[in-house]
Each structure stands twice: as structure tokens, then as C-alpha cells.
């Protein structure tokens, strides 16, 4: 019995009908090309009904692997969703406030145009009032040399 059981695993255990089950291949789906022991009577109605996947605990481990990968994936997916969405929102975000810079500058330059322009008007008007105040100066200096000359004449004619 000893020597059966080291053995079992290449000639499978024996089943109920104190036979070793063969080793056969699935071939349905889900479990297409998975091996398993199967009670070698299986066809006939007295058989044992003895069924037994080949390394059960692999399956389970890849089928586990398996169930994380998608959900992993899916969790991908969700993220690069996400991601294209903040993308799309920092682009936005990103036209936006270009468009207030060139709004900033526009108003920027419009101020530096009107302040330029008052500064020049007021610069020329300054330049009036002194051109008008030298005139004034020299038409009154003309009038006192004018005064200054008669007085000198009246004052030769006496
Ligand atoms: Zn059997």
C-alpha cells in the first residue's frame, strides 16, 4: 500500500473501485486541457463516481493570479481614465490662464498708451505755457525799454 501511494502520483489514486484512476484531460469548458483522476468505470452505472483534479492548489494559486490581474487592470484602466480627465482639466486650466495673461497684458499696454499720451499732452502744454510766458517776458521787457527809451528822450529834450 506503501509503494501505491508514491506511485499515485503518476498512476493517480485509486478510486473506490480499488483501481488507479487514470489521468485523463478535461475537455469542457471552463476547465478545457485541465487534468484530473477519474474513476476508470466512469462510463458505466456502477462506477464510484471517484473525480479529482491534478494540483488542485496550482489552479487556485493561477486562477488568484488570474482574478488579481484584473482586477489590477481594471484599476489601470479606471487610473489612466483619471488621468486623461486631469489632463484634459490642466489643459483647460492651462488655456485659461494664458487667456487672462494676454487680458493682463492687453490691459497693460492699453494703460502704458493712455498713460504715455497724457504724460506727452501734458508735457506740451507745459511747453506752451512756458513758449506763452517768455513772449510775455520779452513783449514786457520790449514795453520797458520802450518806457526807458522815452523817459531818456524827455529827458535829453529838457
Ligand atoms: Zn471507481
Given at each position: 500500500?506503501?509503494?501505491?501511494?508514491?506511485n499515485?502520483?503518476?498512476?493517480?489514486?485509486?478510486c473506490?473501485?480499488?483501481?488507479?484512476?487514470?489521468?485523463?484531460?478535461?475537455?469542457?469548458?471552463?476547465?478545457?486541457?485541465?487534468?484530473?483522476?477519474?474513476?476508470?468505470?466512469?462510463?458505466?452505472?456502477?462506477?464510484?463516481?471517484?473525480?479529482?483534479?491534478?494540483?488542485?492548489?496550482?489552479?487556485?494559486?493561477?486562477?488568484?493570479?488570474?482574478?488579481?490581474?484584473?482586477?489590477?487592470?481594471?484599476?489601470?484602466?479606471?487610473?489612466?481614465?483619471?488621468?486623461?480627465?486631469?489632463?484634459?482639466?490642466?489643459?483647460e486650466?492651462?488655456?485659461?490662464?494664458?487667456?487672462y495673461?494676454?487680458?493682463?497684458?492687453?490691459?497693460?499696454?492699453?494703460?502704458?498708451?493712455?498713460?504715455?499720451?497724457?504724460?506727452?499732452?501734458?508735457?506740451?502744454?507745459?511747453?506752451?505755457?512756458?513758449?506763452?510766458?517768455?513772449?510775455?517776458?520779452?513783449?514786457?521787457?520790449?514795453?520797458?525799454?520802450?518806457?526807458?527809451?522815452?523817459?531818456?528822450?524827455?529827458?535829453?529834450?529838457?
Amino acid at each position: 500500500m506503501s509503494s501505491t501511494s508514491t506511485n499515485s502520483r503518476f498512476q493517480g489514486p485509486c478510486c473506490g473501485c480499488g483501481v488507479p484512476a487514470p489521468l485523463r484531460s478535461s475537455n469542457q469548458d471552463p476547465n478545457r486541457g485541465r487534468r484530473f483522476f477519474g474513476c476508470i468505470n466512469y462510463k458505466q452505472p456502477t462506477a464510484c463516481g471517484f473525480f479529482l483534479w491534478l494540483d488542485p492548489e496550482r489552479d487556485m494559486e493561477k486562477e488568484l493570479i488570474q482574478a488579481e490581474n484584473q482586477v489590477l487592470k481594471r484599476e489601470v484602466q479606471a487610473l489612466t481614465k483619471k488621468n486623461e480627465k486631469l489632463r484634459k482639466k490642466y489643459k483647460e486650466a492651462e488655456a485659461k490662464v494664458s487667456g487672462y495673461h494676454k487680458i493682463f497684458f492687453g490691459v497693460l499696454v492699453v494703460f502704458l498708451v493712455l498713460w504715455l499720451a497724457t504724460t506727452s499732452n501734458s508735457s506740451s502744454e507745459q511747453q506752451q505755457r512756458l513758449t506763452a510766458a517768455a513772449s510775455n517776458n520779452r513783449s514786457e521787457q520790449q514795453q520797458q525799454r520802450a518806457t526807458t527809451a522815452a523817459s531818456n528822450s524827455e529827458q535829453q529834450q529838457q
